[in-house]
């Protein structure tokens, strides 16, 4: 598995996207999903953007709702996080239950769980920075749910490692299965497991219903805990070559947009702000994949700091970036970003989002 950075790439894998396989078998783990992710995620293109590509090609919109509803619910989670702030970094809607630990199952952290699809998955995702869908979920429930930790630390250490880690998916995600975003637990047994990912595994721990599950001590194979290491290495501060007669663009680790403003004569500064991963840390290998994305933006430079630091640094006088719930303390002029569709605001269900999301497809 690999995650090309040229943009034209990238624009040719959103082009040989097959939403109808997708809506038929994107939770087996060698199912049709996308690999967009990771493109969404960092802003190289938006949801909006692979939306309007995808329909191009013909596609009915009823005939393909399951591929609408995923790239809608990115929009959702990111619709929360702008209205709560925050409160996605705690129990969102009730308590999360049955808490016995304030880290992680050590197993998880090792791929030692004795669980060979799972573990399988965990060290292919510590070499590509990329984990399927279900096996997400997987993770979260045995972590929460049977390792009973709460879903905080489990959550930072899977954001840290994903090349796509959008904070508000994957909190708001992890608080989905571990029931304090939702009416109740998500629970997955062997069965499942080998169904999804090909594998027949028996006499796991996991290899019981779902009742007996529900009521099960936390299994001998997950007792042991630990805190995962968060180590950040940012690149190295260059000298900034700036023209203060033309305006700033200022690109982040959400906003790597090679389209936006392209036509605009502009400063062009990728901003990596230590504060931003000291709150939200992520790998090197996530870092690197940021460095090259930003390759696609004509002139790009990087500056290693706090956005305060780069405003006195080079006295900017017109600045534009782009709307992010993490960019409250930038000063300048606010784009919005690309929405799906004009759908905004906060709603209480995915589900409430989405049958406005299908009045304005007419589905």
Known sequence: MNFPTCYDEIIKRVEQVNPVNYGRNRNFIDGDVTYLSPYISRGVISTRQVMQMTLAQGYNPKNIIKFLQELAWRDYWQQVWI????????????AQVQVENHAMSKAIIEASTGLEAIDKAIESFYQTGYLHNHVRMYLAAIACNMGKSHWW???RWMYYHLLDADWASNALSWQWVAGSNSHKKYLTNQENINKYCHSE?????????????????????????????????LPENESLEVNTSKPTLVYNFYNLDPLWRREEEANRILLLEPSHFEQHPVSPKTIGFVQKLAENIPGVQVFVGEFSELEKKIEMQEVYYKEHPLNHHYKGKEDQRDWMLPVTGYYPSFFAFWKKCQKELKV
């Open 83 to 94: 209205a709560k702030g925050n409160e996605i970094d705690r129990d969102l809607k009730q």
């Open 153 to 155: 630390v489990p959550a």
């Open 201 to 233: 595994q028996r006499g796991t721990f996991l290899d019981k219903t779902y009742e007996e599950l529900a009521q099960m001590d936390i299994p001998k194979e997950l007792k042991e805990t630990a805190l995962p290491d968060f180590k950040v290495v």
